[in-house]
């Protein structure tokens, strides 16, 4: 059970060519006024994302590593003791992700060094505390010209069926029961949530929490206008799309935080990101915390897109993921 009071996930992998043209019926649906993608400038090579991509974090980009499978992996300081984590496959159909088996980042980061005399040992303390370094320590080369694998993610139906759906076992009923699993300690009323779903193909989109209330079964009940998690899933087809996601500590009110910043998903490969409300702060009482994730593809491309708002609701009537 993840005890660590790391915050957020992301998870890059790299699918094939996409098999279907661009959707007729593109969501134009948002919460909040989309970027042109006529004014985006996007980059030309995988070269150039991967340049631009070298420290999503800024200078809160603690450890880059990349393996000898051309995964890489990207640590992150948040502050308030949290961490973000990137990973990135070129071969997603190789094995599962290790961000999903392995959710202790500084397990994680053993695990991809092979071993913890490859790493200062200042980097496994700022990566426990979850606080930025003088110097992004870097180890590992990637490799743009490395052999990419084939699917059909492109196919929105193929998308709709990897990562969507409402029966049990499916992404989001695993996200929520995983969420509820490993908070309970920290969460000790946490038994029962309630999701605000998207699954969608768009050429653009913007998606706030606070937009989105979590009503009770029924119709009647409190609404909790923030969220205790998110997790969106977006693939870029036809072209790159840019990727970012923002969270405030009150919904509806002041500033946003970006925790991912122009962050380009190259065509034909899909992210992942996933927010968690700071601890203490996902009870009834206090279900504030406000997210948002926004997508821009460039002009002729689009992505689909699976989100997840996951909110706390009651201990004491039935809700959804169930």
């Not at 991967?50 to 800024?58: F, I, K, M, T, W």
């Not at 094995?95 to 200062?120: F, M």
């Not at 490993?182 to 309630?194: G, I, Q, R």
Request: proline share 6%; aromatic share 10%.
């Amino acid at each position: 059970m993840n005890k660590t009071p790391w915050m957020m996930a992301l998870l890059l992998a790299g699918l094939g060519a996409c098999t279907s043209g661009v959707p007729s019926d593109l969501d134009e649906t948002h919460d909040a006024d989309d970027a042109s993608a006529e004014d985006l400038r996007a980059p030309t090579s995988l070269d150039e994302i991967e340049a631009l991509n070298a420290r999503p974090c800024g200078d809160d980009t603690i450890a880059v590593v990349t393996d000898a499978l051309n995964n890489q992996y990207v640590f992150c300081a948040l502050g308030d003791g949290r961490v973000g984590v990137l990973e990135s496959s070129w071969d997603p159909g190789a094995a599962p992700p290790l961000t999903d088996s392995i959710p202790d980042p500084v397990a994680l980061l053993e695990t991809v060094t092979g071993s913890a005399a490859d790493v200062p040992p200042e980097i496994f303390d700022a990566v426990r505390a979850g606080i930025p370094v003088r110097e992004t320590f870097r180890l590992g080369i990637r490799r743009t010209d490395a052999p990419r694998a084939a699917a059909a993610g492109c196919n929105f139906t193929t998308f709709q069926n990897t990562y969507c759906g409402t029966d049990e076992d499916s992404p989001w009923d695993e996200f929520a029961s995983n969420f509820v699993h490993n908070h309970s300690s920290v969460y000790p009323d946490l038994d029962c949530t309630h999701g605000n779903r998207f699954c969608s193909a768009a050429l653009n989109h913007t998606r706030i929490a606070s937009a989105q209330p979590a009503y009770l079964e029924g119709g009647s009940g409190p609404v909790w206008r923030g969220a205790c998690a998110a997790r969106d899933v977006v693939l870029s087809c036809g072209g790159s799309t840019l990727f970012e996601a923002s969270r405030r500590e009150t919904a509806g009110t002041g500033a946003w935080t970006a925790s991912l910043a122009n962050y380009w998903i190259a065509e034909n490969t899909y992210a992942v990101w996933v927010m968690y409300a700071d601890t203490g702060n996902c009870v009834a009482s206090a279900d504030n915390d406000d997210m948002m994730y926004k997508t821009v593809s460039e002009p002729g491309a689009y992505n689909h897109y699976s989100l997840f708002f996951l909110k706390w609701v009651a201990n004491t009537i039935a809700c959804e993921p169930r």
